[in-house]
């Protein structure tokens, strides 16, 4: 934790007790850049803590699982049946012909497991 002095203006490394630079860095998958301290002798660093948790729930939010509606067919007789939509095919990288396993967990659930992976 950064402590500063009284009547200091400036912060101070916890690790050598030289001063820190203030710096706003981009953090990958964030759009919104943080507040970093760090010491240009011992490389110490730190985020300012309250943006480094917008970045965090930033990145969080882009890694939601997709979710897609799709129509249940009707086949033939009492068969159903579901197509994927091209964007879950691409991110699974599912061909033609892979078995797939199928389970029911509970009556609103159905997980599908690809052999192989």
């Known amino acids: 934790m950064l402590k500063i002095?009284?009547?200091d203006t400036k912060m101070k490394c916890p690790e050598c007790n030289k001063g820190l630079k203030k710096i706003k860095i981009k953090i990958q998958d964030a759009n919104t850049p943080v507040?970093?301290?760090q010491?240009?002798?011992c490389g110490y660093f730190?985020?300012?803590?309250?943006?480094i948790g917008k970045?965090?729930?930033?990145i969080k939010l882009k890694e939601m699982p997709l979710k897609i509606k799709q129509k249940i067919i009707k086949l033939s007789q009492d068969r159903l049946g579901m197509y994927f939509n091209r964007d879950v095919v691409r991110s699974l990288d599912l061909k033609s012909g892979e078995d797939i396993f199928v389970s029911i967990p509970d009556k609103n659930h159905i997980v599908l497991k690809i052999d192989n992976r």
Do not use: V
């Not at 970045?55 to 930033?58: D, K, L, Q, R, T």
């Open 55 to 58: 970045a965090i729930e930033e």
């Open 46 to 51: 730190e985020f300012e803590e309250k943006e």
């Open 35 to 37: 507040t970093s301290f």
């Open 39 to 41: 010491c240009g002798s």
């Open 5 to 7: 002095n009284k009547g």
